[in-house]
C-alpha cells in the first residue's frame, strides 16, 4: 500500500507539472485568462488535497500502530 501511494504521488507531481505546462501554453495562445485554462490547475489541485490527507492519515496511523506496539 506504502508503495502504491508513494507511485500515486509521483503521478500527482507529473500531473502538476503538465498543467503547469498546458497553463501556460493555454495562456500564450490565448492571451487572456479562461475557464478552460484554469481546468488542469484545479483538477492538479484537488487531486492533490486528496492526496495529502491520505499522507497523513497513513503517517497518523503509523505512529498510532507504532505507539501501541512499544506500550
Known sequence: MKRFLFY??????AAILASVIVFAWNF????SFNVS???P????????IVL?????????YDTL???KKTS
Do not use: M, P
Not at 28 to 31: D, I, K, L, N, V
Open 8 to 13: 500515486l504521488e509521483i503521478l500527482w507531481i
Open 65 to 67: 500502530a507504532s505507539n
Open 28 to 31: 500564450y495562445q490565448q492571451g
Open 52 to 60: 495529502w490527507n491520505i499522507r497523513r492519515q497513513r503517517k497518523f
Open 41 to 48: 490547475l484545479i483538477t492538479g489541485g484537488l487531486s492533490g
Open 37 to 39: 485554462v484554469y481546468t
